[in-house]
């Protein structure tokens, strides 16, 4: 089930606004009995992932508004997923949990003012330790080449998901 991508506009209604929705899914399952694979599946239905599993987090969203084709194309939509954890504190997935999308790849769509993205971002298995995360991803809007923040940015707060190594 995927969870909303939200953002606080704070231009007026149909003049510029940010929505969505993101996805977390396992890529592979460790082999089941017999060496079987075990289907992989939504992560917001089943929040438990083996350590050594890899994982996706699938993100599609749009802008829409009078103002959504302003945007300079050669600005650059930054994706970056923060984990913190239960007893312990934050953890960082360091360029495992980034991506960087050109706003000038979004896909126009109908009706005009709208323009719609897509990204998908890869974490190795091995890479988050055992323990309960709170699952976050921040879509902010950049200036390029300056690489300062604009004034879109957009949330997804995903379920708990609990890392575990198996014995």
Not at 14 to 27: E, L, P, V
Request: overall charge negative; proline content about 8%.
């Amino acid at each position: 089930m995927p969870v909303p991508i939200k953002s606080e506009s704070v231009f007026p209604a149909g003049i510029y606004d940010i929505s969505g929705n993101g996805q977390i899914s396992t890529i592979t399952e460790a082999p089941g009995l017999g060496g079987h694979p075990v289907p992989s599946g939504n992560l917001t239905v089943n929040n438990l992932v083996m350590t050594d599993q890899p994982i996706q987090f699938k993100f599609e969203w749009g802008v829409f508004g009078a103002f959504a084709h302003a945007i300079n194309p050669a600005f650059e939509w930054r994706i970056q997923i923060y984990l913190e954890q239960y007893g312990i504190g934050e953890f960082s997935l360091g360029a495992a949990g980034f991506k960087a999308v050109s706003n000038g790849s979004g896909t126009v769509g109908a009706p005009l003012g709208q323009v719609d993205f897509s990204t998908t971002i890869y974490i190795p298995g091995n890479t988050v330790p055992p323990g309960l995360y709170d699952v976050v991803a921040v879509i902010q809007l950049y200036d390029m080449p300056s690489g300062l923040p604009c004034f879109a940015a957009a949330f997804a707060e995903f379920n708990k998901i609990n890392f575990y190594q198996e014995h």
